[in-house]
Protein backbone atom coordinates (compact mmCIF):
# COMPACT_ATOMS: atom_id res chain seq x y z
CA UNK A 1 0.00 0.00 0.00
CA UNK A 2 1.98 2.95 -0.93
CA UNK A 3 -0.35 6.33 0.29
CA UNK A 4 2.19 8.47 1.68
CA UNK A 5 0.82 10.29 4.97
CA UNK A 6 1.01 13.50 2.85
CA UNK A 7 -1.82 11.78 0.63
CA UNK A 8 -3.71 10.76 3.79
CA UNK A 9 -3.75 13.90 4.95
CA UNK A 10 -4.72 15.93 1.56
CA UNK A 11 -7.71 13.22 1.13
CA UNK A 12 -9.02 14.27 4.72
CA UNK A 13 -8.70 17.84 3.63
CA UNK A 14 -10.57 16.76 0.72
CA UNK A 15 -13.51 15.75 3.29
CA UNK A 16 -12.63 12.22 2.36
CA UNK A 17 -12.52 10.83 5.55
CA UNK A 18 -11.42 7.82 6.84
CA UNK A 19 -8.57 6.41 8.89
CA UNK A 20 -6.35 4.05 7.16
CA UNK A 21 -3.77 2.54 8.99
CA UNK A 22 -0.12 1.47 6.65
CA UNK A 23 -1.51 -2.14 6.94
CA UNK A 24 -4.71 -1.09 5.13
CA UNK A 25 -7.11 -1.35 8.12
CA UNK A 26 -9.52 1.01 8.73
CA UNK A 27 -9.56 2.20 12.34
CA UNK A 28 -13.18 3.74 13.18
CA UNK A 29 -13.58 2.37 16.48
CA UNK A 30 -11.70 4.62 19.35
CA UNK A 31 -12.33 3.49 23.32
CA UNK A 32 -12.07 6.02 25.48
CA UNK A 33 -11.18 5.95 29.04
CA UNK A 34 -13.05 8.89 31.38
CA UNK A 35 -10.91 8.27 34.34
CA UNK A 36 -8.37 6.29 36.25
CA UNK A 37 -10.34 5.98 38.70
CA UNK A 38 -12.18 3.18 40.27
CA UNK A 39 -14.00 1.60 43.38
CA UNK A 40 -13.32 -1.87 42.64
CA UNK A 41 -9.27 -3.24 42.87
CA UNK A 42 -9.86 -6.40 40.20
CA UNK A 43 -6.41 -9.02 41.31
CA UNK A 44 -5.73 -9.10 37.58
CA UNK A 45 -6.15 -5.40 36.67
CA UNK A 46 -4.58 -3.00 39.12
CA UNK A 47 -2.55 -3.19 43.02
CA UNK A 48 -4.26 -2.61 46.35
CA UNK A 49 -2.51 -0.15 46.88
CA UNK A 50 -2.33 1.55 43.42
CA UNK A 51 -2.12 5.75 43.43
CA UNK A 52 -4.85 7.07 40.51
CA UNK A 53 -4.23 10.29 38.79
CA UNK A 54 -5.03 13.98 40.01
CA UNK A 55 -8.05 15.18 37.98
CA UNK A 56 -6.38 18.19 36.54
CA UNK A 57 -4.36 15.67 34.29
CA UNK A 58 -7.01 13.93 33.18
CA UNK A 59 -9.10 15.20 30.05
CA UNK A 60 -11.53 17.52 31.00
CA UNK A 61 -15.12 17.54 29.46
CA UNK A 62 -14.54 19.93 26.63
CA UNK A 63 -11.04 18.26 25.97
CA UNK A 64 -13.22 15.00 25.53
CA UNK A 65 -15.87 16.69 23.40
CA UNK A 66 -13.62 17.81 21.25
CA UNK A 67 -11.63 15.03 20.82
CA UNK A 68 -14.89 13.33 19.57
CA UNK A 69 -15.12 15.30 17.28
CA UNK A 70 -12.42 15.51 15.60
CA UNK A 71 -12.15 11.85 15.62
CA UNK A 72 -15.59 11.54 14.60
CA UNK A 73 -14.88 14.50 11.58
CA UNK A 74 -11.64 11.49 10.43
CA UNK A 75 -14.59 8.74 9.98
CA UNK A 76 -14.79 7.28 13.86
CA UNK A 77 -18.36 6.12 13.88
CA UNK A 78 -18.20 3.56 16.81
CA UNK A 79 -17.35 4.94 20.44
CA UNK A 80 -16.20 2.79 24.03
CA UNK A 81 -16.58 4.97 27.44
CA UNK A 82 -14.25 2.82 29.85
CA UNK A 83 -11.67 3.51 32.53
CA UNK A 84 -10.65 3.01 35.78
CA UNK A 85 -14.82 2.80 35.78
CA UNK A 86 -16.38 5.14 33.67
CA UNK A 87 -19.67 5.61 35.64
CA UNK A 88 -17.42 7.03 38.64
CA UNK A 89 -16.43 10.40 36.76
CA UNK A 90 -18.95 13.35 37.62
CA UNK A 91 -21.15 14.61 35.26
CA UNK A 92 -20.99 11.21 33.32
CA UNK A 93 -25.02 11.39 32.48
CA UNK A 94 -23.87 15.01 30.90
CA UNK A 95 -21.10 14.30 29.19
CA UNK A 96 -22.92 10.88 27.75
CA UNK A 97 -25.66 13.03 26.36
CA UNK A 98 -23.02 15.69 24.63
CA UNK A 99 -20.76 12.69 22.95
CA UNK A 100 -23.96 10.77 21.84
CA UNK A 101 -25.29 14.06 20.18
CA UNK A 102 -21.69 14.74 18.49
CA UNK A 103 -22.16 14.60 14.58
CA UNK A 104 -20.74 10.81 13.02
CA UNK A 105 -21.40 9.25 16.19
CA UNK A 106 -23.11 6.48 15.13
CA UNK A 107 -22.86 4.35 18.73
CA UNK A 108 -21.79 4.68 21.71
CA UNK A 109 -21.41 2.02 24.55
CA UNK A 110 -19.63 1.62 27.43
CA UNK A 111 -18.14 -1.13 29.87
CA UNK A 112 -18.41 -1.22 33.00
CA UNK A 113 -18.03 -3.16 36.48
CA UNK A 114 -21.85 -2.56 36.99
CA UNK A 115 -21.38 -1.60 40.47
CA UNK A 116 -23.81 2.21 40.09
CA UNK A 117 -25.71 1.00 37.15
CA UNK A 118 -29.28 0.62 39.66
CA UNK A 119 -29.33 3.95 39.70
CA UNK A 120 -27.37 5.24 36.36
CA UNK A 121 -29.14 2.81 34.11
CA UNK A 122 -31.88 4.73 32.80
CA UNK A 123 -30.68 8.23 33.10
CA UNK A 124 -28.01 7.04 30.92
CA UNK A 125 -29.83 5.27 28.46
CA UNK A 126 -32.21 8.60 28.00
CA UNK A 127 -28.56 10.28 27.90
CA UNK A 128 -28.09 8.46 24.62
CA UNK A 129 -25.94 5.53 25.91
CA UNK A 130 -27.02 2.32 23.41
CA UNK A 131 -25.12 -0.80 25.30
CA UNK A 132 -23.22 -1.88 28.17
CA UNK A 133 -20.49 -4.56 28.26
CA UNK A 134 -20.49 -5.77 32.24
CA UNK A 135 -17.26 -7.02 33.63
CA UNK A 136 -18.37 -10.20 36.02
CA UNK A 137 -16.28 -13.27 36.40
CA UNK A 138 -18.16 -14.88 39.25
CA UNK A 139 -22.03 -15.30 40.42
CA UNK A 140 -20.38 -16.62 44.08
CA UNK A 141 -20.73 -13.21 46.40
CA UNK A 142 -17.86 -14.38 48.68
CA UNK A 143 -15.57 -14.69 45.68
CA UNK A 144 -16.19 -11.86 44.13
CA UNK A 145 -15.76 -9.92 47.03
CA UNK A 146 -11.88 -11.51 47.05
CA UNK A 147 -11.61 -10.64 43.10
CA UNK A 148 -12.45 -7.63 43.31
CA UNK A 149 -11.11 -6.96 46.62
CA UNK A 150 -14.06 -4.46 47.61
CA UNK A 151 -17.15 -4.99 45.69
CA UNK A 152 -20.57 -6.36 46.18
CA UNK A 153 -22.51 -9.00 43.54
CA UNK A 154 -26.05 -7.78 44.75
CA UNK A 155 -24.95 -4.46 43.41
CA UNK A 156 -23.44 -5.53 40.05
CA UNK A 157 -26.74 -7.79 39.74
CA UNK A 158 -28.82 -5.05 39.92
CA UNK A 159 -27.01 -2.97 37.88
CA UNK A 160 -27.35 -5.66 35.01
CA UNK A 161 -31.21 -5.94 35.38
CA UNK A 162 -31.45 -2.82 35.26
CA UNK A 163 -29.79 -2.27 32.46
CA UNK A 164 -31.49 -4.70 30.77
CA UNK A 165 -35.10 -2.83 32.59
CA UNK A 166 -33.33 0.47 30.87
CA UNK A 167 -33.06 -1.06 26.98
CA UNK A 168 -29.21 -1.24 27.32
CA UNK A 169 -29.56 -4.33 25.33
CA UNK A 170 -28.15 -7.13 24.17
CA UNK A 171 -26.46 -7.25 27.81
CA UNK A 172 -22.77 -8.39 27.39
CA UNK A 173 -21.02 -10.01 30.06
CA UNK A 174 -17.18 -10.04 29.83
CA UNK A 175 -15.50 -12.35 32.34
CA UNK A 176 -11.87 -13.01 33.19
CA UNK A 177 -11.06 -16.63 33.61
CA UNK A 178 -8.28 -16.21 36.11
CA UNK A 179 -6.50 -20.00 37.20
CA UNK A 180 -7.18 -20.87 40.80
CA UNK A 181 -9.81 -18.22 41.03
CA UNK A 182 -12.51 -18.39 38.78
CA UNK A 183 -12.09 -21.72 36.58
CA UNK A 184 -15.17 -23.52 37.82
CA UNK A 185 -17.20 -20.34 37.67
CA UNK A 186 -17.21 -20.09 34.14
CA UNK A 187 -20.07 -23.05 33.39
CA UNK A 188 -22.66 -20.83 36.32
CA UNK A 189 -21.90 -17.82 34.43
CA UNK A 190 -22.22 -19.57 31.06
CA UNK A 191 -25.28 -21.31 32.17
CA UNK A 192 -27.12 -17.67 32.42
CA UNK A 193 -27.12 -17.99 28.92
CA UNK A 194 -29.99 -20.93 28.93
CA UNK A 195 -32.74 -18.71 30.64
CA UNK A 196 -31.12 -14.82 29.67
CA UNK A 197 -30.54 -13.38 25.77
CA UNK A 198 -27.41 -12.46 26.63
CA UNK A 199 -24.13 -13.02 25.96
CA UNK A 200 -21.29 -14.12 27.83
CA UNK A 201 -17.87 -14.04 26.69
CA UNK A 202 -14.72 -15.26 28.53
CA UNK A 203 -11.39 -13.36 28.18
CA UNK A 204 -7.95 -14.53 28.17
CA UNK A 205 -5.97 -12.37 30.65
CA UNK A 206 -3.21 -10.51 29.75
CA UNK A 207 -0.10 -9.02 30.83
CA UNK A 208 0.24 -5.12 31.44
CA UNK A 209 2.37 -3.02 34.47
CA UNK A 210 0.80 -3.65 38.16
CA UNK A 211 0.35 -7.27 38.46
CA UNK A 212 2.74 -8.64 35.40
CA UNK A 213 3.69 -11.79 37.10
CA UNK A 214 0.44 -12.96 38.52
CA UNK A 215 -1.19 -12.09 34.55
CA UNK A 216 1.27 -14.46 32.95
CA UNK A 217 1.01 -17.69 34.87
CA UNK A 218 -2.74 -17.65 35.67
CA UNK A 219 -4.06 -17.36 32.33
CA UNK A 220 -6.45 -19.88 31.22
CA UNK A 221 -6.74 -20.03 27.50
CA UNK A 222 -10.33 -19.78 25.57
CA UNK A 223 -9.62 -23.17 24.18
CA UNK A 224 -9.21 -24.34 27.73
CA UNK A 225 -12.50 -22.43 28.67
CA UNK A 226 -14.79 -24.08 25.56
CA UNK A 227 -13.24 -27.55 26.76
CA UNK A 228 -14.63 -26.94 29.93
CA UNK A 229 -17.87 -25.88 28.90
CA UNK A 230 -18.51 -28.88 26.42
CA UNK A 231 -17.54 -31.05 29.01
CA UNK A 232 -20.99 -30.31 30.42
CA UNK A 233 -23.19 -28.94 28.31
CA UNK A 234 -22.25 -30.80 25.00
CA UNK A 235 -21.20 -29.62 21.91
CA UNK A 236 -21.43 -25.53 21.32
CA UNK A 237 -23.16 -24.68 17.86
CA UNK A 238 -21.10 -22.24 16.10
CA UNK A 239 -22.38 -19.03 15.03
CA UNK A 240 -21.32 -16.20 12.62
CA UNK A 241 -19.96 -19.59 10.69
CA UNK A 242 -17.55 -20.29 12.81
CA UNK A 243 -15.62 -16.75 12.17
CA UNK A 244 -14.64 -13.72 14.20
CA UNK A 245 -17.81 -11.24 15.55
CA UNK A 246 -15.74 -8.46 16.08
CA UNK A 247 -13.50 -9.58 18.53
CA UNK A 248 -15.19 -13.15 19.91
CA UNK A 249 -16.03 -16.49 18.78
CA UNK A 250 -19.51 -16.89 19.38
CA UNK A 251 -21.21 -19.76 20.40
CA UNK A 252 -24.25 -20.55 21.18
CA UNK A 253 -25.23 -23.91 24.01
CA UNK A 254 -28.53 -25.96 22.31
CA UNK A 255 -31.29 -24.27 23.55
CA UNK A 256 -30.38 -21.40 25.24
CA UNK A 257 -31.64 -18.46 24.76
CA UNK A 258 -28.15 -16.36 24.98
CA UNK A 259 -24.71 -16.94 23.20
CA UNK A 260 -21.25 -17.43 24.54
CA UNK A 261 -18.27 -16.49 23.10
CA UNK A 262 -14.45 -16.79 23.65
CA UNK A 263 -11.92 -13.44 23.66
CA UNK A 264 -8.46 -15.13 22.63
CA UNK A 265 -5.72 -11.74 22.49
CA UNK A 266 -3.47 -14.16 23.65
CA UNK A 267 -3.61 -17.52 22.67
CA UNK A 268 -5.13 -16.52 18.79
CA UNK A 269 -5.05 -12.42 18.17
CA UNK A 270 -7.00 -11.54 16.05
CA UNK A 271 -4.98 -8.17 14.94
CA UNK A 272 -5.50 -8.61 11.25
CA UNK A 273 -9.46 -7.38 12.09
CA UNK A 274 -8.62 -4.71 14.43
CA UNK A 275 -10.59 -1.26 13.52
CA UNK A 276 -9.71 0.31 16.87
CA UNK A 277 -7.49 3.19 18.85
CA UNK A 278 -7.87 3.83 22.38
CA UNK A 279 -7.65 7.07 24.32
CA UNK A 280 -6.32 7.36 27.40
CA UNK A 281 -7.50 9.45 30.85
CA UNK A 282 -4.72 11.52 30.28
CA UNK A 283 -5.21 12.20 26.68
CA UNK A 284 -2.79 9.89 24.59
CA UNK A 285 -3.98 8.18 21.32
CA UNK A 286 -2.66 4.31 21.78
CA UNK A 287 -2.66 2.27 18.92
CA UNK A 288 -2.57 -0.67 20.09
CA UNK A 289 -3.70 -2.18 23.83
CA UNK A 290 -0.82 -4.59 23.83
CA UNK A 291 2.34 -2.00 22.81
CA UNK A 292 2.92 0.57 24.60
CA UNK A 293 3.46 3.44 21.48
CA UNK A 294 1.41 6.52 22.14
CA UNK A 295 0.86 10.00 21.06
CA UNK A 296 0.27 12.45 23.11
CA UNK A 297 -2.58 14.62 22.38
CA UNK A 298 -3.63 16.49 25.39
CA UNK A 299 -0.56 18.15 25.80
CA UNK A 300 -1.21 20.13 21.87
CA UNK A 301 -4.37 20.70 22.32
CA UNK A 302 -4.15 22.58 25.94
CA UNK A 303 -1.04 24.14 23.99
CA UNK A 304 -3.63 25.98 21.38
CA UNK A 305 -3.45 23.39 18.66
CA UNK A 306 -5.88 24.09 15.93
CA UNK A 307 -8.52 21.48 14.43
CA UNK A 308 -6.59 20.79 11.61
CA UNK A 309 -3.10 20.11 13.93
CA UNK A 310 -4.87 17.71 15.65
CA UNK A 311 -6.82 16.16 12.95
CA UNK A 312 -2.94 15.51 11.28
CA UNK A 313 -1.96 14.55 14.43
CA UNK A 314 -4.33 11.33 14.63
CA UNK A 315 -3.67 10.42 11.44
CA UNK A 316 -0.21 10.43 11.04
CA UNK A 317 -0.73 8.30 14.65
CA UNK A 318 -2.83 5.97 12.64
CA UNK A 319 -0.99 5.79 10.03
CA UNK A 320 1.80 4.36 12.39
CA UNK A 321 -0.38 1.81 14.47
CA UNK A 322 1.36 -1.37 14.81
CA UNK A 323 0.45 -4.69 13.45
CA UNK A 324 -0.17 -6.23 16.50
CA UNK A 325 1.33 -7.04 19.76
CA UNK A 326 4.54 -9.16 20.58
CA UNK A 327 3.68 -11.49 23.41
CA UNK A 328 4.52 -14.53 21.55
CA UNK A 329 8.15 -12.99 21.96
CA UNK A 330 7.71 -11.97 25.65
CA UNK A 331 7.23 -8.53 25.01
CA UNK A 332 4.50 -7.05 28.28
CA UNK A 333 4.05 -3.84 27.45
CA UNK A 334 4.83 -2.07 30.98
CA UNK A 335 3.86 1.54 30.74
CA UNK A 336 1.07 1.02 32.04
CA UNK A 337 -1.54 -0.63 33.88
CA UNK A 338 -4.85 -2.07 32.21
CA UNK A 339 -6.97 0.54 34.14
CA UNK A 340 -5.07 3.41 32.77
CA UNK A 341 -5.36 2.25 29.13
CA UNK A 342 -9.22 1.17 29.35
CA UNK A 343 -9.80 -2.15 28.33
N1 LIG B 1 -14.04 -0.83 35.11
C1 LIG B 1 -14.66 -1.26 33.94
C2 LIG B 1 -14.87 -2.75 33.94
O1 LIG B 1 -14.30 -3.44 34.76
O2 LIG B 1 -15.61 -3.21 33.08
C3 LIG B 1 -13.95 -0.84 32.66
C4 LIG B 1 -12.46 -0.89 32.64
S1 LIG B 1 -11.76 -2.50 32.74
C5 LIG B 1 -10.05 -2.12 32.65
C6 LIG B 1 -12.18 -3.15 31.15
C7 LIG B 1 -12.08 -4.63 31.00
O3 LIG B 1 -10.73 -5.00 31.12
C8 LIG B 1 -12.83 -5.43 32.02
O4 LIG B 1 -13.70 -6.34 31.35
C9 LIG B 1 -11.77 -6.19 32.77
O5 LIG B 1 -12.21 -7.45 33.18
C10 LIG B 1 -10.69 -6.26 31.73
N2 LIG B 1 -9.35 -6.47 32.27
C11 LIG B 1 -8.71 -5.82 33.26
N3 LIG B 1 -7.47 -6.28 33.44
C12 LIG B 1 -7.31 -7.26 32.52
C13 LIG B 1 -6.24 -8.15 32.19
N4 LIG B 1 -5.08 -8.11 32.82
N5 LIG B 1 -6.44 -9.02 31.17
C14 LIG B 1 -7.62 -9.07 30.49
N6 LIG B 1 -8.65 -8.27 30.76
C15 LIG B 1 -8.50 -7.39 31.76
FE1 LIG C 1 -11.78 -1.42 38.14
FE2 LIG C 1 -12.55 -2.51 35.83
FE3 LIG C 1 -10.02 -2.72 36.68
FE4 LIG C 1 -11.87 -4.05 37.97
S1 LIG C 1 -11.30 -4.36 35.82
S2 LIG C 1 -10.25 -2.80 38.91
S3 LIG C 1 -13.58 -2.71 37.82
S4 LIG C 1 -11.04 -0.88 36.11
Same mark, same amino acid.
Given at each position: ???????????????????????????????????????????????????????????????????? /???? #??????? $? *? &?????????? !?????????????????????????????A??????????????????????????????????????IQAAEAAGLTPI???????? /???? #??????? $? *? &???HPW???? !??????????????????????????????????????????????????????????????????????????????????????????????????? $???????????? !??????????????????????????????
Open positions: MALGWVSLYNRVQERCIMALDRYGRLIHYLRISLTDHCNLRCIYCMPDDISFKPNAELMQDEEILRLV /GLFS #QLGFDKF $R *L &TGGEPTVRAG !IVELVRQISQTPGVRTLSMTSNGVLFSRLQPLAEAGLKRVNFSLDTLDAEKFRRLTRRGSLDDVWRGKINSVVVR /GYSE #QDAIELA $R *L &TLEQVRF !IEMMPFAGATEFQLTQVVTAAEIRQQLENVFGPLEALNGGRLDGEARMYRIPGSQGQVGFISTVSEPFCHTCSRARLTADGRLRLCLLNEMEVDLLTPL $RQGASDAALRAL !ILEAIWNKPWGNSLATGQVPLNRAMSQIGG
